[in-house]
T-cell receptor
Framework: GAVVSQHPSWVICKSGTSVKIECRSL??????MFWYRQFPKQSLMLMAT?????????EQGVEKDKFLINHASLTLSTLTVTSAHPEDSSFYIC????????????FGPGTRLTVT | GQQVMQIPQYQHVQEGEDFTTYCNSS?????IQWYKQRPGGHPVFLIQ?????EVKKQKRLTFQFGEAKKNSSLHITATQTTDVGTYFC??????????FGPGTRLSVLP
C-alpha cells in the first residue's frame, strides 16, 4: 500500500507556457502533500506544503504566484509552473503523508520538466 | 532555520566493505527518517527513528538516533552492489519543519 503517482513523468515545454503536474495518492488519503524540487545530484528542496482544502505554505524564496499549488481533495494535489523559464527546468517530486499512519512520507516517481 | 548536514558527501567502497553515513541537525528533532534514492529513481523510505538513543536494524543496515535527538547514523555491513544510491536523512521538527540532508552518495565497486 501507500502508492503515490505523478503525471506526467516528463514534460518539455516552451518558455512562457504553463505546465501542470498532478500528484495522486492511490490507496490512502493524503492529509498533507509536499512538493520538492531536485537538481541533478543534489538533495530535495522543499517548495511547499499543502493540506487538503487549505492554501499551501510556501518555503522562503519560492514564488507562490509562479508555482501554484492546489490540494483540492485528499488524493490529489497539483503544481502548476506558470510562465515557465529554462531555469525552472528540474525534477519535481511530490510526497504524501497520511497522519493516521505517522510521519512517513510516500514519494511519487517525480516529473522531469525541461523548458526550452 | 533548521539545518541538516550529512557526511561524507560521497563514499566509494569495495563490495564487502562496511559503510557509514552521519547526519546532524542544528535543532532537536521529533524524529528522523532515512531514505534511499537509486540513480534515476525517487526517494524510498527506509526507516523512522523516534526515541532518544534508538537503534534499529534492517538486515545489513543499522540505524541509530543520538541521545540528544540531533544526530543519526546509518551503517551498512558488507556492502553489495545493490546498495548503490544516495542515502538521505530527513529531520522532522515536531511537524513544523521537514528538512532533507544533502545526502551521501554511495558507490560500490564489484
Amino acid at each position: 500500500g501507500a502508492v503515490v503517482s505523478q503525471h506526467p513523468s516528463w514534460v518539455i515545454c516552451k518558455s512562457g507556457t504553463s505546465v501542470k503536474i498532478e500528484c495522486r495518492s492511490l490507496d490512502f488519503q493524503a492529509t498533507t502533500m509536499f512538493w520538492y524540487r531536485q537538481f541533478p545530484k543534489q538533495s530535495l528542496m522543499l517548495m511547499a506544503t499543502s493540506n487538503e482544502g487549505s492554501k499551501a505554505t510556501y518555503e522562503q524564496g519560492v514564488e507562490k504566484d509562479k508555482f501554484l499549488i492546489n490540494h483540492a481533495s485528499l488524493t490529489l494535489s497539483t503544481l502548476t509552473v506558470t510562465s515557465a523559464h529554462p531555469e525552472d527546468s528540474s525534477f519535481y517530486i511530490c510526497s504524501a503523508r497520511d497522519h493516521s499512519r505517522g510521519y512517513e512520507q510516500y514519494f511519487g516517481p517525480g516529473t522531469r520538466l525541461t523548458v526550452t | 532555520g533548521q539545518q541538516v548536514m550529512q557526511i561524507p558527501q560521497y563514499q566509494h567502497v569495495q563490495e564487502g566493505e562496511d559503510f557509514t553515513t552521519y547526519c546532524n541537525s542544528s535543532t532537536t528533532l521529533s524524529n528522523i527518517q532515512w531514505y534511499k534514492q537509486r540513480p534515476g529513481g525517487h526517494p524510498v523510505f527506509l526507516i523512522q527513528l523516534v526515541k532518544s538513543g534508538e537503534v534499529k536494524k534492517q538486515k545489513r543496515l543499522t540505524f541509530q538516533f543520538g541521545e540528544a535527538k540531533k544526530n543519526s547514523s546509518l551503517h551498512i555491513t558488507a556492502t553489495q552492489t545493490t546498495d548503490v544510491g544516495t542515502y538521505f536523512c530527513a529531520g522532522d521538527n515536531y511537524g513544523q519543519n521537514f528538512v532533507f540532508g544533502p545526502g551521501t552518495r554511495l558507490s560500490v565497486l564489484p
